[in-house]
């Protein structure tokens, strides 16, 4: 089985969803279908069939996370010696060196990421150019508008 590498906060956000699913979502969601039953004709019951459609995604989205949770390989950086080195779940704060601009990114499981929030997926070109490298090295990055240097300045055991 492929392990499947998940921070320690993707962990967390993970198994809260799993438990808001089972505990609101589904009940709700049966309580929705029985209404509908009592409604009657089933051929025609529009909230009869959303209930259930929504049983189905719910479900499946359930099954989805309990896989996830199964195959994951929880990385806790903070219980890592720091070496400078880019691994797994560190935060790096880099120097890009075409605008001088300042940019920080952890990097996370593809379920993670989340650009907006800083966190991009160990799969994307920009962590892959990072990986083993170190504080002070420059990582070239090819993006579809062309090639970026970052200078790695700091790594941080978040």
Do not use: C, W
Not at 39 to 46: F, I, P, R, S
């Amino acid at each position: 089985m492929n392990r499947i590498p998940m921070t320690v906060s993707g962990e967390v956000a993970l198994r809260e969803e799993l438990k808001h699913l089972k505990t609101v979502e589904r009940p709700r969601i049966i309580q929705a279908i029985a209404e509908a039953r009592e409604h009657g004709d089933l051929k025609e019951n529009a909230e009869y069939h959303a209930a259930r459609e929504q049983q189905g995604f719910t479900e499946g989205r359930i099954k989805e996370i309990e896989g996830k949770l199964s195959s994951a390989h929880i990385i806790d950086v903070t219980k890592i010696t720091k070496t400078g080195k880019v691994i797994f779940g560190v935060t790096v704060e880099l120097l890009n060196l075409n605008t001088d601009e300042e940019v920080e990114y952890q990097i996370v499981g593809d379920d993670e990421a989340d650009i907006k929030q800083g966190k991009i997926s160990v799969n994307s070109p920009i962590a892959r150019a990072l990986i083993g490298k170190e504080e002070g090295d420059v990582a070239l990055v090819r993006t579809p508008n062309g090639e970026v240097e970052y200078e790695i300045e700091e790594v941080k055991h978040l």
